[in-house]
Structures are given as structure tokens and as C-alpha cells.
């Protein structure tokens, strides 16, 4: 099947210091990659979308200068949250968009997600 | 706007039945998925309807109506690992995911 995975799977760090998270297709290239952001008892809100080659597409009301993504690669996207704060603390989950599920286009494939604790 | 709706929380037996359902309106449809999400865990996919009718995948089924914008997840059998939060999600006319807010289902012994 197409693999999805995630690096780190669990961070804590200081506030104001940076944190990059990975995002890898293990078995399929992804011309395009989703970042999430998930608090708890909450659905996932759509972070950016990033497409390989390009700057990335944020949604409304998500900084881009504080939320860097970095998608170089068919197989890897990075997001790095700068100078990141307590109210940063979230669940990230990346997918990757693939034509080679069943379900074609329409379908993405999840990482396993990366809890980011800031103190 | 886009908007997904689903019931926030269920309650169920283990062995019993329990629909969970969704209502869409969105900009343009390419399909709806179901997926299952343990806390602090990514979302697993269930099911996925483009057309209307009803999809049955062993304990599980999803039906969909097209012309009411409205979904349907079916668990037949329940045990207690189905104890989780469900997401409708509908792929818009951009090709993207617009999340509903999911159910989380609580099943009793």
C-alpha cells in the first residue's frame, strides 16, 4: 500500500526554539502533500497544501512565516514551526496525495502524526 | 460556505448497531470517506462513496445520497476497539478534504 511517515513521532521543546517536522512517502511518489494541525476533541483543520517544486498553499489565518514548509523532493515535505509558543502545542499530521490508491486523486494517505508539546 | 455536519458524541452496546451520520454542502463533489481516528492517533480509512448506494465492507457499511448530501457509517457487531472518533470527510471540487468534526463513539459493555 502507500506509506506515509512521520518524523518525530513526539517532541517537547522550549518556546522560541524551532521544531522541523518530516513528512516521507516511504513507497510512492506524492506530487502533493497536506499538513494538518489537530487540537484535542477537534477535527483536523488544513494547514497548507504543498506541491513538489512550489511554494506552498496556506489556508486562511495560518502564518507562513512562522510555519515554514518545504516540500523539495517527490518523497519529502518539511514543516518547521518558528519560534514556536505554548499555543503552538498541537497534533500535525501530514498526507500525501497519490493516484496509485483506488480511489485515485481523490484519496490521501495519512503519517502516523507528530505530537509537539512547547513548554 | 462549506459545511460537514455530524452528531458529536455516540453512545452504544458492544454487539449492537449504531449509524452515524453526515450532512455535506460543499462546493462541488468528487466523493466522501469515512474515517476511523484512536486518540492520539492519525485517521484510518474506512470507506469511500462516489456514487449513491450503499458499500458494505464486513462489519462496516457506508451509504450515500448524492441528491440530500447526506452519508451514513454502519457498524454492525460493535466491539469495543470501535471505541473512537469517526470523521466524514467530502473531497471538494478541488480535489481537497473538507473535514467534518467527527463523532466520537463510545461503546458500553
Known amino acids: 500500500g502507500a506509506v506515509v511517515s512521520q518524523h518525530p513521532s513526539r517532541v517537547i521543546c522550549k518556546s522560541g526554539t524551532s521544531v522541523k517536522i518530516e513528512c516521507r512517502s516511504l513507497?510512492?511518489?506524492?506530487?502533493?502533500m497536506f499538513w494538518y494541525r489537530q487540537f484535542p476533541k477537534q477535527s483536523l483543520m488544513l494547514m497548507a497544501t504543498s506541491n513538489e517544486g512550489s511554494k506552498a498553499t496556506y489556508e486562511q489565518g495560518v502564518e507562513k512565516d512562522k510555519f515554514l514548509i518545504n516540500h523539495a523532493s517527490l518523497t519529502l515535505s518539511t514543516l518547521t514551526v518558528t519560534s514556536a509558543h505554548p499555543e503552538d502545542s498541537s497534533f500535525y499530521i501530514c498526507?500525501?496525495?497519490?493516484?496509485?490508491?483506488?480511489?485515485?486523486?481523490?484519496?490521501?494517505?495519512f503519517g502516523p502524526g507528530t505530537r509537539l508539546t512547547v513548554l | 460556505g462549506q459545511n460537514i455536519d455530524q452528531p458529536t458524541e455516540m453512545t452504544a452496546t458492544e454487539g449492537a448497531i449504531v449509524q452515524i451520520n453526515c450532512t455535506y454542502q460543499t462546493s462541488g463533489f468528487n466523493g466522501l470517506f469515512w474515517y476511523q481516528q484512536h486518540a492520539g492517533e492519525a485517521p484510518t480509512f474506512l470507506s469511500y462513496n462516489v456514487l449513491d448506494g450503499l458499500e458494505e465492507k464486513g462489519r462496516f457499511s457506508s451509504f450515500l445520497s448524492r441528491s440530500k448530501g447526506y452519508s451514513y457509517l454502519l457498524l454492525k457487531e460493535l466491539q469495543m476497539k470501535d471505541s473512537a472518533s469517526y470523521l466524514c470527510?467530502?473531497?471538494?471540487?478541488?480535489?481537497?478534504?473538507?473535514w467534518g468534526a467527527g463523532t466520537k463513539l463510545i461503546i458500553k459493555p
Open positions: 513507497d510512492f511518489q506524492a506530487t502533493t
Open positions: 470527510a467530502v473531497v471538494d471540487s478541488n480535489y481537497q478534504l473538507i
Open positions: 498526507s500525501a496525495r497519490t493516484s496509485r490508491g483506488p480511489f485515485g486523486d481523490n484519496e490521501q494517505f
